[in-house]
């Protein structure tokens, strides 16, 4: 036995070997670095399981490597060392970095084209296609986990504050007439709350108000995009945030998920969330919910238009050193998550929305939005509509950085330090240095 | 000082060093000499595009209204840390010089925090500040004090304070202590049969001696204040709400890993240097002082 | 010992002072570490009714086995199990201090008891280092640490760490303390340097090894900024990372009660080395300072 072993073992190293059992080891790796934990990193594993299940050419390694930006730089540093992972989960801020380095990437379109296998980006839902394709059509990235934001609403709260849940605010106005009725009958402790403050009062509020974010169409146009959300409409959404905080109608939560806490340990009444929380909100919310739409000024637009996606889509890197081998593993292995039921699956398990038509219609076919009333409420507002050149996404170099810089600006206002406008005018001014900054960075490369 | 006897192999001294000086090179001189080069880049973050812009960097660092109130910021908990680790520190040590019993079993337990990781200490604080449940906080909301880290930025700033000084106590103990038993306690006597008042023999005679020590601590607490604590900060508040908690190495760190943002922070680490090279300067010339002292 | 009770008498009373300060410095001290062990044996719908209580709850068996052996995998925060994560820091803790003091004791030997071409400059080299922290290289390390392709390894998260001019620096003080005439007398017995260095130089040194190691072991068990940098695999999370994580808990409810027991089995080896090793901890201090 042992000297059969040790055969075999210099028969490998030697590359001699022709075994069956020893071509299970031949498989091309593909890796792929994820940034999304709970259960959403838990069913992408599953998938990967899956994938290398069903063939025997390649094998998928899924890793997570920190939340996005952590990871991103991690990737970045990889690519420079010439060995960047096959594939990147990247969050929607980092897209417009992402189509400014179009040198780093192979668009998704193009990976699926050489390796011979179908692929649609019609399939996918309007305001997905939209942000991650060129003007030309071609897919950058895959949309995978594709979210929005909606409003969350405490039933119980409501019904203790004399609202009735069955017929949740629409408007601005009747939000915080609700706020107000919830903190003046001491139903909770705070009116409502939001998560990811830039995402949901900046950029979801602008598309479904069809206010631009930037000159050169949301920066589709260009890198020289000019910032400019700084106007009366804006500040008046933040001015709205300051006076409600005042008697606790509204409850700044901080920037990133943390709001969510707020809402299911039954502090707040109204929680304005990504719908990629459902599942979450579900989970923990010791009360019945419901879902409504993102509340709009109808003294700005009478009809509000389609919000934007959030969440992260899926890029492929380029580097000298991959083969065709590889890149038609990583078509294979992203072909094999494109499957509507692998959406439906993940849409399910998850809260985050269907990336294809074929996947919504599945969901509607099975009746699941009839037994889960309220999963299809962000899926209608993100396709309702004509999207215009403001709610089609946006595209600008470090929008992680000026998203933060929105937060602080924000953060001062509702501590008092200055005016709503003056937030907004001073987020703009340094949110235009950072995008001349990238705009002189990239130049030479373009 | 030089040894006189010495062996006088050639080549095995070489090998001695070598894992010591391979590592230096590798992971401290490569990384700070391209941190130098990179400081006068304008690259974007692939690097498909570098340009050489020389000072352009370090002048838009300086000039930003942001970086200068960072700067101004990271004074203010510098200072803020260093007091609240040093003052009750020399108490506490006052304390403990004068009693006879106990006084290992006293440092033991002050020396304690010392031993936590600084994220573990915010990690502790934080849970006793938390708004709605925490057993500070609570007290303070009877009070009618609005108390919320999360919102207000001083409320934040005090917590980053507290948690990175209450680590550093037991150190500054521990120096006093033993500045102050290395004080002739005839001196004392003799002061305290002149009729001087304990107050007053401490002004006078204590503190004055002690004065190398203090100073010794002052700037190994400020060195901690700068670099030791941003895992209290990255832990606790990611360095806001606003800016209010983001100190210089945060900044550093936010700008070059998360933004990307390269040649600017490469120039902020090249500040940062600078800084570290100041205090390492000040803190050895002193240490060669006392050693005539 | 003409009066033996008075001074007794005036000196307790005189001692009462001291006594109820230092009391109250140690309660101070004592304060978050208590709050946060009760913490720790309390169900999280206890810790929440605020004022939380002060006294122990009984679920400390469950609370510490569930963070040991499921880590953050019970709930929303997806860390290893703290047994993993303990595990990383042990290595690189022990590591980081072994390898320290390895090759400083050697680094130091070869300036002090050798003549040779560059002596100094090596010695320059090492000891300015100190004036290089992580902090102010971090994105040219993260680049060559990928370069290396020592990103989530053990040697990553370790050898860059090992260069210390701190030990280097003592172990340089301490060996010019040893006596001439020590050398001597070994070179009269024929002991080359090497021999010399197994049987005189580190013996001597047993001591200042001792004081380094519990000093080193902090720092080791303590870092932040590195293995935040270069473990960002989960598999590679020291407990001290992996804590704050589960702080940050992606929008659910923190569970306050797993990051309590995970706090305590973060600061309890750190806390142990240095109560148990406090002679040789108080000379590390002293002798490294810093």
């Given at each position: 036995?042992?000297?059969?072993?040790?055969?075999?073992?210099?028969?490998?190293?030697?590359?001699?070997?022709?075994?069956?059992?020893?071509?299970?080891?031949?498989?091309?790796?593909?890796?792929?670095?994820?940034?999304?934990?709970?259960?959403?990193?838990?069913?992408?594993?599953?998938?990967?399981?899956?994938?290398?299940?069903?063939?025997?050419?390649?094998?998928?390694?899924?890793?997570?490597?920190?939340?996005?930006?952590?990871?991103?730089?991690?990737?970045?540093?990889?690519?420079?060392?010439?060995?960047?992972?096959?594939?990147?989960?990247?969050?929607?801020?980092?897209?417009?970095?992402?189509?400014?380095?179009?040198?780093?990437?192979?668009?998704?379109?193009?990976?699926?084209?050489?390796?011979?296998?179908?692929?649609?980006?019609?399939?996918?839902?309007?305001?997905?296609?939209?942000?991650?394709?060129?003007?030309?059509?071609?897919?950058?990235?895959?949309?995978?986990?594709?979210?929005?934001?909606?409003?969350?609403?405490?039933?119980?709260?409501?019904?203790?504050?004399?609202?009735?849940?069955?017929?949740?605010?629409?408007?601005?106005?009747?939000?915080?007439?609700?706020?107000?009725?919830?903190?003046?009958?001491?139903?909770?402790?705070?009116?409502?709350?939001?998560?990811?403050?830039?995402?949901?009062?900046?950029?979801?509020?602008?598309?479904?108000?069809?206010?631009?974010?930037?000159?050169?169409?949301?920066?589709?146009?260009?890198?020289?995009?000019?910032?400019?959300?700084?106007?009366?409409?804006?500040?008046?959404?933040?001015?709205?945030?300051?006076?409600?905080?005042?008697?606790?109608?509204?409850?700044?939560?901080?920037?990133?998920?943390?709001?969510?806490?707020?809402?299911?340990?039954?502090?707040?009444?109204?929680?304005?969330?990504?719908?990629?929380?459902?599942?979450?909100?579900?989970?923990?919310?010791?009360?019945?919910?419901?879902?409504?739409?993102?509340?709009?000024?109808?003294?700005?637009?009478?009809?509000?238009?389609?919000?934007?996606?959030?969440?992260?889509?899926?890029?492929?890197?380029?580097?000298?050193?991959?083969?065709?081998?590889?890149?038609?593993?990583?078509?294979?292995?992203?072909?094999?998550?494109?499957?509507?039921?692998?959406?439906?699956?993940?849409?399910?398990?998850?809260?985050?929305?269907?990336?294809?038509?074929?996947?919504?219609?599945?969901?509607?076919?099975?009746?699941?939005?009839?037994?889960?009333?309220?999963?299809?409420?962000?899926?209608?507002?993100?396709?309702?509509?004509?999207?215009?050149?403001?709610?089609?996404?946006?595209?600008?170099?470090?929008?992680?950085?000026?998203?933060?810089?929105?937060?602080?600006?924000?953060?001062?206002?509702?501590?008092?330090?200055?005016?709503?406008?003056?937030?907004?005018?001073?987020?703009?001014?340094?949110?235009?240095?950072?995008?001349?900054?990238?705009?002189?960075?990239?130049?030479?490369?373009? | 000082?030089?040894?006189?006897?010495?062996?006088?192999?050639?080549?095995?001294?070489?090998?001695?060093?070598?894992?010591?000086?391979?590592?230096?090179?590798?992971?401290?001189?490569?990384?700070?000499?391209?941190?130098?080069?990179?400081?006068?880049?304008?690259?974007?973050?692939?690097?498909?595009?570098?340009?050489?812009?020389?000072?352009?960097?370090?002048?838009?660092?300086?000039?930003?209204?942001?970086?200068?109130?960072?700067?101004?910021?990271?004074f203010?908990f510098s200072f803020g840390v260093t007091a609240l680790a040093m003052i009750?520190?020399?108490?506490?040590?006052?304390?403990?010089?004068?009693?006879?019993?106990?006084?290992?079993?006293?440092?033991?337990?002050?020396?304690?925090?010392?031993?936590?990781?600084?994220?573990?200490?915010?990690?502790?604080?934080?849970?006793?500040?938390?708004?709605?449940?925490?057993?500070?906080?609570?007290?303070?909301?009877?009070?009618?004090?609005?108390?919320?880290?999360?919102?207000?930025?001083?409320?934040?700033?005090?917590?980053?304070v507290?948690?990175s000084a209450?680590?550093q106590?037991?150190?500054n103990?521990?120096?006093?202590?033993?500045?102050?038993?290395?004080?002739?306690?005839?001196?004392?006597?003799?002061?305290?049969?002149?009729?001087?008042?304990?107050?007053?023999?401490?002004?006078?005679?204590?503190?004055?001696?002690?004065?190398?020590?203090?100073?010794?601590l002052l700037v190994i607490n400020i060195t901690y204040a700068f670099?030791?604590?941003?895992?209290?900060?990255?832990?606790?508040?990611?360095?806001?709400?606003?800016?209010?908690?983001?100190?210089?190495?945060?900044?550093?760190?936010?700008?070059?890993?998360?933004?990307?943002?390269?040649?600017?922070?490469?120039?902020?680490?090249?500040?940062?240097?600078?800084?570290?090279?100041?205090?390492?300067?000040?803190?050895?010339?002193?240490?060669?002082?006392?050693?005539?002292? | 010992?003409?009066?033996?009770?008075?001074?007794?008498?005036?000196?307790?009373?005189?001692?009462?002072?001291?006594?109820?300060?230092?009391?109250?410095?140690?309660?101070?001290?004592?304060?978050?570490?208590?709050?946060?062990?009760?913490?720790?044996?309390?169900?999280?719908?206890?810790?929440?009714?605020?004022?939380?209580?002060?006294?122990?709850?009984?679920?400390?068996?469950?609370?510490?086995?569930?963070?040991?052996?499921?880590?953050?995998?019970?709930?929303?925060?997806?860390?290893?199990?703290?047994?993993?994560?303990?595990?990383?820091?042990?290595?690189?803790?022990?590591?980081?201090?072994?390898?320290?003091?390895?090759?400083?004791?050697?680094?130091?030997?070869?300036?002090?008891?050798?003549?040779?071409?560059?002596?100094?400059?090596?010695?320059?080299?090492?000891?300015?280092?100190?004036?290089?922290?992580?902090?102010?290289?971090?994105?040219?390390?993260?680049?060559?640490?990928?370069?290396?392709?020592?990103?989530?390894?053990?040697?990553?998260?370790?050898?860059?760490?090992?260069?210390?001019?701190?030990?280097?620096?003592?172990?340089?003080?301490?060996?010019?303390?040893?006596?001439?005439?020590?050398?001597?007398?070994?070179?009269?017995?024929?002991?080359?340097?090497?021999?010399?260095?197994?049987?005189?130089?580190?013996?001597?040194?047993?001591?200042?090894?001792?004081?380094?190691?519990?000093?080193?072991?902090?720092?080791?068990?303590?870092?932040?900024?590195?293995?935040?940098?270069?473990?960002?695999?989960?598999?590679?999370?020291?407990?001290?990372?992996?804590?704050?994580?589960?702080?940050?808990?992606?929008?659910?409810?923190?569970?306050?009660?797993?990051?309590?027991?995970?706090?305590?089995?973060?600061?309890?080896?750190?806390?142990?080395?240095?109560?148990?090793?406090?002679?040789?901890?108080?000379?590390?201090?002293?002798?490294?300072?810093?």
């Amino acid at each position: 036995m042992p000297t059969r072993r040790l055969l075999l073992a210099a028969a490998a190293i030697a590359g001699l070997a022709t075994a069956p059992a020893l071509a299970q080891q031949a498989r091309t790796p593909i890796t792929m670095w994820i940034g999304v934990t709970g259960p959403a990193q838990e069913e992408i594993m599953r998938y990967a399981q899956e994938f290398n299940a069903s063939q025997t050419q390649f094998e998928a390694k899924v890793e997570f490597r920190g939340q996005y930006p952590e990871q991103r730089a991690a990737a970045f540093a990889a690519f420079r060392a010439g060995n960047p992972p096959h594939i990147m989960q990247m969050f929607d801020a980092g897209t417009g970095d992402m189509f400014a380095l179009p040198r780093a990437t192979i668009p998704v379109s193009e990976v699926m084209q050489r390796a011979g296998v179908q692929f649609d980006p019609a399939a996918y839902i309007g305001p997905a296609r939209g942000y991650y394709s060129r003007p030309d059509g071609t897919m950058n990235s895959l949309p995978f986990n594709v979210s929005t934001a909606v409003m969350f609403i405490n039933n119980d709260i409501f019904t203790r504050a004399g609202l009735d849940p069955s017929k949740p605010p629409r408007t601005w106005p009747e939000v915080i007439a609700a706020a107000n009725q919830i903190r003046e009958r001491n139903a909770a402790e705070c009116g409502f709350t939001t998560t990811w403050l830039a995402w949901t009062m900046l950029e979801q509020y602008s598309a479904l108000h069809d206010l631009p974010l930037s000159t050169e169409a949301n920066g589709r146009g260009g890198l020289n995009a000019v910032l400019n959300f700084n106007d009366a409409p804006r500040a008046r959404m933040v001015q709205t945030l300051v006076d409600a905080s005042r008697n606790k109608a509204f409850q700044y939560g901080g920037r990133s998920n943390d709001a969510n806490a707020l809402f299911v340990a039954g502090t707040c009444g109204m929680l304005i969330q990504s719908s990629g929380g459902h599942a979450a909100i579900a989970r923990d919310l010791k009360a019945s919910f419901s879902v409504a739409p993102m509340p709009f000024w109808p003294d700005v637009i009478a009809e509000p238009k389609n919000s934007i996606v959030g969440g992260a889509s899926l890029w492929v890197f380029n580097a000298p050193n991959r083969s065709a081998e590889e890149l038609r593993g990583v078509a294979q292995f992203l072909s094999f998550l494109a499957r509507p039921e692998v959406y439906v699956r993940f849409a399910k398990a998850t809260g985050f929305l269907p990336a294809t038509n074929a996947a919504f219609q599945a969901m509607q076919a099975e009746g699941f939005f009839q037994q889960n009333a309220g999963r299809d409420v962000p899926i209608l507002q993100l396709t309702r509509g004509t999207p215009t050149a403001n709610s089609s996404g946006y595209r600008f170099g470090r929008w992680t950085e000026i998203r933060d810089m929105y937060h602080e600006e924000v953060e001062r206002a509702l501590q008092g330090q200055q005016t709503a406008q003056a937030a907004l005018d001073n987020a703009v001014r340094r949110g235009n240095d950072a995008l001349r900054q990238f705009e002189r960075s990239v130049g030479a490369s373009n | 000082m030089e040894r006189k006897v010495v062996y006088p192999q050639k080549v095995l001294p070489y090998l001695l060093l070598a894992p010591q000086i391979a590592i230096t090179l590798v992971f401290f001189f490569w990384p700070a000499g391209q941190a130098i080069w990179m400081s006068t880049l304008l690259q974007d973050p692939l690097g498909f595009s570098v340009q050489f812009v020389g000072l352009e960097n370090f002048e838009a660092v300086l000039k930003d209204t942001a970086y200068v109130a960072t700067l101004q910021r990271t004074f203010l908990f510098s200072f803020g840390v260093t007091a609240l680790a040093m003052i009750p520190a020399l108490l506490l040590a006052v304390m403990v010089d004068r009693v006879v019993r106990g006084a290992t079993a006293y440092r033991t337990v002050l020396v304690v925090p010392y031993a936590i990781a600084p994220a573990v200490a915010g990690a502790l604080w934080l849970f006793l500040f938390q708004p709605s449940i925490g057993t500070i906080a609570y007290p303070l909301r009877l009070l009618g004090i609005d108390w919320n880290p999360r919102i207000d930025g001083t409320d934040a700033m005090i917590v980053v304070v507290i948690a990175s000084a209450w680590k550093q106590i037991g150190y500054n103990f521990l120096f006093f202590l033993a500045g102050l038993q290395s004080i002739p306690k005839s001196l004392l006597e003799a002061a305290a049969i002149d009729g001087a008042s304990e107050v007053r023999r401490f002004w006078t005679i204590v503190f004055p001696l002690l004065s190398p020590t203090t100073f010794f601590l002052l700037v190994i607490n400020i060195t901690y204040a700068f670099f030791d604590t941003f895992g209290v900060i990255h832990a606790v508040t990611q360095g806001g709400p606003g800016k209010s908690t983001e100190v210089l190495i945060y900044k550093a760190w936010y700008d070059g890993l998360i933004a990307q943002d390269l040649g600017r922070s490469s120039a902020q680490a090249v500040i940062l240097m600078i800084i570290v090279i100041g205090l390492t300067v000040i803190q050895f010339r002193y240490v060669e002082r006392r050693v005539h002292y | 010992m003409t009066s033996p009770v008075l001074p007794a008498l005036k000196s307790s009373r005189r001692d009462l002072i001291p006594h109820l300060v230092i009391a109250i410095g140690i309660a101070i001290t004592a304060f978050p570490l208590w709050v946060a062990f009760v913490a720790s044996t309390l169900s999280n719908p206890e810790i929440a009714q605020a004022p939380m209580p002060l006294l122990p709850g009984d679920r400390a068996i469950d609370n510490y086995g569930e963070a040991l052996m499921q880590g953050g995998r019970s709930g929303r925060i997806l860390t290893p199990p703290v047994w993993e994560m303990m595990l990383n820091s042990t290595v690189m803790a022990l590591t980081i201090a072994l390898g320290k003091i390895v090759i400083s004791i050697l680094s130091a030997y070869a300036v002090v008891f050798f003549r040779f071409p560059f002596r100094m400059a090596f010695f320059w080299m090492i000891f300015i280092t100190l004036m290089l922290p992580v902090e102010v290289r971090i994105v040219p390390t993260i680049q060559v640490i990928t370069n290396l392709n020592l990103m989530n390894t053990y040697a990553g998260l370790t050898i860059p760490l090992i260069a210390s001019a701190t030990a280097t620096l003592l172990f340089r003080q301490f060996f010019m303390t040893i006596p001439d005439e020590l050398v001597e007398a070994a070179k009269i017995d024929g002991a080359g340097p090497l021999k010399f260095f197994r049987d005189m130089v580190l013996p001597l040194s047993v001591t200042n090894i001792a004081a380094l190691f519990v000093i080193l072991f902090l720092y080791g068990w303590n870092q932040y900024l590195w293995p935040l940098l270069i473990g960002t695999d989960a598999r590679m999370q020291t407990i001290v990372i992996g804590m704050s994580k589960m702080i940050d808990s992606a929008g659910g409810p923190t569970d306050w009660n797993m990051v309590m027991a995970t706090a305590m089995l973060a600061l309890l080896p750190p806390v142990l080395v240095v109560v148990l090793m406090q002679r040789w901890f108080v000379k590390g201090l002293v002798e490294t300072e810093k």
